[in-house]
């Protein structure tokens, strides 16, 4: 039997891709481990919004 039946929306943990029960514990991630790894992402900078961009160039390129 397979399991591939139409059912609920599938939720998948942003963090690890695995499918999420929707009573699950620590919705929409599969653990709490992987609900802090998401915490991290953001404390780490990860999902910030690049503020500036490249602010000139400081190595030029050796001219020919
Ligand atoms: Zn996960």
């Given at each position: 039997?397979k399991?591939?039946?139409r059912?609920?929306r599938e ?8 499918p999420?029960?929707?009573d699950?514990?620590?919705?929409p ?6 609900r802090?790894?998401?915490?991290g992402?953001w404390f780490n900078g ?13 190595d030029a390129?050796?001219?020919a």
């Amino acid at each position: 039997m397979k399991s591939n039946g139409r059912g609920p929306r599938e939720i998948r943990c942003p963090t690890c891709g695995k499918p999420v029960d929707f009573d699950g514990r620590h919705f929409p991630f599969c653990s709490e481990r992987c609900r802090l790894v998401d915490l991290g992402k953001w404390f780490n900078g990860e999902y910030a919004i690049p503020a500036e961009e490249d602010q000139g160039e400081e190595d030029a390129p050796p001219s020919a």
